[in-house]
């Protein structure tokens, strides 16, 4: 384990459904980031968050909702999703502003039926 | 702008023989840059760093990078590969003053043969 730690490892989820991801980190670190990786794509930052309030929202779909509830979580809801957005989702952590890297969790693998 | 590119999407070695991933970078200032491995269906693990210390970086599993500002370059070797060593390789920089953003390359598939 990293440190960072990502639930649930796989989701498969239908189109209408409702459902949440949810990141934990244990180290201290006061920002939290959502990537979304696609097959033979870089990785896409989503949201950043520091210090709890969000700085970042990369043009995502509004379908997409994070929550930061406090600085060791981060949760990603997820409604109406499209089969496009079947990806690896990986949360990561920093201390400040990343420039000594992040701490990434294990990701978690959504499949939207 | 900041930009991260990896020269090879897949490079192929034999076990025992050394690794060269290259990647180069575009960046105003001086930047932080991280070599992070992914192995299947797992998250990104930290190879190593550089955060304008020592120019040789050492990570872990007997990996090394390079930092040569002249060629802004940060090339990632290993003397000898192991199958383990199979998986992805993303080069990362982290720009100087951007409120903790990495920019991604697009990632070296590195494949091992007995």
């Known amino acids: 384990e990293t440190g960072v730690t990502q639930t649930p490892r796989h989701l498969v989820m239908g189109m209408t459904n409702k459902k949440s991801l949810k990141c934990e980190q244990h180290?201290?670190?006061?920002?939290m980031y959502w990537y979304k990786q696609s097959a033979k794509k870089p990785l896409e930052l989503m949201f950043v968050?520091?210090?709890?309030?969000?700085?970042e929202n990369n043009s995502v779909p509004s379908r997409f909702s994070p929550e930061c509830p406090n600085s060791s979580h981060l949760f990603l809801h997820l409604h109406t999703l499209q089969p496009e957005d079947s990806a690896l989702y990986l949360c990561a952590s920093s201390q400040d502003q990343g420039n000594y890297g992040y701490t990434f969790g294990s990701g978690t693998r959504l499949t939207v039926v | 702008a900041q930009s991260v590119t990896q020269l090879d999407s897949h490079v192929s070695v034999s076990e025992g023989t050394p690794v060269l991933l290259r990647c180069n970078y575009s960046?105003?200032?001086?930047?932080?840059l991280f070599w992070y491995v992914q192995h299947p269906n797992k998250g990104l693990q930290l190879l190593l760093k550089?955060?304008?210390?020592?120019?040789l970086v050492k990570g872990i599993n007997g990996f090394e990078a390079e930092f040569k500002k002249s060629e802004t370059s940060f090339h990632l070797t290993k003397p000898s590969a192991h199958m383990s060593d199979a998986a992805e390789y993303f080069c990362v920089v982290a720009p100087y003053n951007q409120g903790g953003k990495l920019i991604f390359g697009q990632g070296t598939e590195l494949s091992v043969k007995p």
């Open positions: 180290l201290g670190h006061n920002a």
């Open positions: 960046s105003s200032y001086s930047p932080s």
């Open positions: 550089y955060t304008s210390a020592a120019t």
């Open positions: 968050y520091s210090l709890e309030e969000r700085v």
